[in-house]
């Protein structure tokens, strides 16, 4: 008897002293001001630090300033190099993926965060970064051989982005250009061939989080959209009024923005044909004869109405205009493409999409924290990890 009592306190001491170690490696807040500094860096650097930084970062965290800590591992090489260009790189392609060349979407993007320029001017600025880094290629409208060869070089984007213009290299007019939206990446990617719809569509994924199946609306007037839609596909008008119109009377509006825009693959460049749109807003326009006709590049924002007011719309903003430079800074104040900024560092900060109501909580704190301190993209990757260290 005794012997099986012993047993029975032998294993349930064990199974109390796993319990302990267990809820010791899991517990965030028994991690010391090194261990939470090294993990600051890792996930904002990718790699570790010095143990000069490391003493930095601990001793800011120690006296009450994590934040510090944060924004001097942002002062690595790897956070623009490598960390910054995984986390922009798949926004410049239809396939989303990581493994692209560095571009000129990238690398403006990159600039723009090291530089804190506001980062609601990404869709609407005359705004480019190349590296002048001896040695390499000229800034080409024709190739991306300037940014594929300071990648090959492994040329310092932290020590060696300048900024410049598009209006003074792509040749277009400063009020055409509409930050990473008339970059030569993106025009490539999304104004090529189609329609031009692909750019507003992956310009809503990148930047506002949604795609168009989240933010279909079947309640908002049609007349807006193109001849190329046909009312009855397949025969079938339930169709149109049940799906397409959903994503077509508000896309097809905002859509117009880009009217004068082409990527031409024989030129290998951005074309702006500006007071003429493009043939391909007229093309199989016998789909729908009554459909609408673009005139001009007259965008208008139908989604302020209906279940879209929920995206947050600017108030002062007057929710029309002309030029895809108007109709981004439409996109780049609202409520939804500053939270999708948050939401995007937080994934790539924490390793892990938001999973509770406090992750969620923090977003929106964080959201407007990044809005009150000018759109800085630093502030947020600071914000994001301290919330994160312990994790």
């Known amino acids: 008897m005794d012997t099986r009592n012993n047993l029975k306190r032998a294993a349930a001491f064990g199974a109390a002293s796993a319990l302990i ?16 500094a090294r993990r600051i860096h890792d996930r904002i650097a ?6 000069t930084v490391l003493t930095q970062m601990a001793a800011d965290i120690s006296g009450g300033n994590p934040r510090n800590a944060a924004e001097t591992a942002m002062n690595h090489p790897a956070f623009y190099s490598v960390v910054l260009k995984n986390f922009v790189t798949p926004w410049t392609n239809r396939e989303q993926t990581v493994f692209a060349p560095l571009n000129d979407y990238t690398a ?3 600039g723009m965060v090291r530089d804190d320029v506001p980062f609601n001017t990404a869709l609407s600025d005359d705004i480019l970064y190349t ?17 594929e060869q300071a990648e090959i070089r492994g040329v310092s984007l932290q020590s ?18 509409a930050g990473l939206m008339t970059t030569r990446a993106a025009s490539q990617s999304f104004f090529i061939d189609g329609t031009n719809r692909a750019m507003f569509r992956f310009t809503l994924m990148n930047h506002l989080c949604r795609d168009l199946e989240q933010v279909q609306d079947t309640s908002r007037p049609p007349d807006r959209i193109r001849q190329d839609v046909s009312r009855s596909p397949g025969g079938d008008s339930r169709i149109f009024l049940n799906n397409c119109i959903g994503c077509h009377s508000g896309m097809d509006p905002l859509a117009q923005a880009f009217a004068y825009y082409d990527y031409d693959e024989t030129q290998s460049r951005l074309v702006y044909t500006g007071g003429t749109p493009n043939a391909k ?16 590049d007259a965008w208008e924002n139908y989604w302020r109405k209906g279940p879209n007011v929920l995206l947050g719309w600017d108030v002062s903003a007057p929710g029309a205009g002309t030029g895809a430079k108007s109709m981004g800074q439409e996109l780049a104040s609202s409520d939804a ?8 560092v937080f994934k790539a900060v924490c390793f892990r999409a938001p999973v509770n109501t406090a992750d969620r909580n923090e977003i929106t704190r964080i959201t407007g924290v990044f809005r ?16 994160c260290m312990g994790s």
């Open 131 to 147: 590296s002048n880094a001896g040695g390499l290629p000229a800034y080409s409208q024709v190739n991306n051989d300037h940014y």
């Open 21 to 36: 170690v267990i809820a010791q490696l899991s517990a965030p807040a028994l991690a010391g001001p090194r261990e939470q």
């Open 108 to 110: 403006t993007v990159i």
């Open 337 to 344: 493409f500053a939270r999708c900024q948050v939401e995007k």
């Open 160 to 177: 060696t982005l300048v900024r410049t213009t598009q209006s003074s290299l792509l040749g277009i007019p400063p009020a055409a250009t």
């Open 372 to 387: 009150g301190a000018n759109y800085r993209m630093k502030q947020v990757f600071a914000e994001t990890a301290v919330y």
């Open 46 to 51: 990718g790699v570790p630090p010095t143990d």
């Open 281 to 296: 807003y007229f093309i199989n326009a016998d789909n729908f004869k009554p459909g609408f006709i673009t005139p001009s």
